[in-house]
C-alpha cells in the first residue's frame, strides 16, 4: 500500500511542520561535533569493529538508570538500543504482527506505525482518542469481540493531537489488555517535554503482566540523526525482539551509541532539557496566539501541555489537502490529518 508518510515526511521547506521535528538549533550539535572527535580519538578502532547487538553494555547501563528517572524499572540486560522508536515499532511488528493479525490503534495515529503494521498485512481497528486519551470504553468492547495481538498507543504527548492519557485510563488499559494477553506498545518519544506539570506515569512502570513493550526515543531531546531509541520488555517477548533486532541489523552503530554516552545521566542533559522545555513552551504559546488572532471562524485546535504535536480542526468548508497546495505556495509544509487515521478519511484536520 502507498506510504501516505513517507510522502509527507521528506520534504524540507521554508516553514516545515509535517512532522515533529525539533528546531536543529535547540539541540546539542555543538556538543556533539567535540564528543564524535573525543570518542574516536580514544578509540580510534570503534569504527572497525562490530558493536554488541543488543546496544553498547555502557549505554545501557545507562539507559538503565535514565529510564528510572521515569518511573521504568529495567536492568541493562532488558534494554535493547534500536536505531530509533521508528526501528524499534518495526522490530515490534515483525515479531509479533502477521497477515490478518488485529492490532488496535489510536484514530488518529502517528503515520509512521500505521504504514509498519499495514506493511505487515495486519487487520487494523481503532479506538478514539478525546482530551484524555484513548476512549477506553470503546477499546474493551473492541478488545472483548477482536482480541487483539497488538494494542499501540502513544499515550503522553500523543501524536498527532498533544493529549495526554489520564492515569485512569491507563489503568484500566494495563487491565484489559492484562486480561486477554494483549501486548501494549507504549510509543515515548517525548514525555521529558512537557509544559507545566509532569505527565502521569508510564504504563511500563505499572506493568503488572509483564505484557508492555516500552519505547523511548532521543530524536526530540536529543540528536534524531543519531538515530538511538531504546526498548525494554521482559522475558520471551524481550528475547524475540533481540533476535529481531540481529536479524534486522546486527546492532546499530556504535559511534552515536558511544557519543551520546556521557550526556544520558548528566548535569548537562538536565539542563538541556529544562532550556528545551522551556523554549518550546514559548514556541507553542506563540503558535497558539497567531491561531487566535488570525484563524477563522470555525477552526478549533488542541493546546498540548508538552509534546511537538498541535492538532487543528478546520471548518467543514476547508479541505486540508487543498490547504496544503496553497501552503506549498508559500513552502510551508503540514500533515494533513487524513494520514493519521489507520482506517477512513478525515479531510478536515
Ligand atoms: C509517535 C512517534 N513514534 C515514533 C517516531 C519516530 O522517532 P525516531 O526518530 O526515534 O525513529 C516519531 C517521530 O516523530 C513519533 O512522533
Redesign the pocket.
Known sequence: PRSQFARYHIAPQKVHLS???IDPKLLPNRYFEHEVQQVLSENPELLSIYGNVQGDNQLRSEMSAYLKRSGVTSTPENILVT???????DLVARTFVGPGDVVVMEAPT?P??IDIFRGRGATILTVPVDKDGMRIDILQNVCEKHKPKVIFT?PTFH?PTGVVMSLKRRKQLLDIAGSIHSIIVE?D??SEIYFEKKPPVTLKSMDQFGNVIY?R????TIA?SC???ILTASGSIFNRLLAAKANADLGSPLLTQKAILPLINSKRMIDHSKKLRTALKIRRDLALDLLTSLSPEGVSWTIPEGG??LWISLPSWIDSHLLLSEAKKQQITFLPGSACYPVGQENNQ
Open positions: 512532522s515533529s521535528m536505531s530509533g522508536l521508528q526501528q524499534s515499532i502517528y509512521g506505525a502513544i501524536n510509543d518519544p517525548c519505547l526515543g532521543l530524536s526530540k534524531p538515530r538511538i531509541g511537538l504535536n
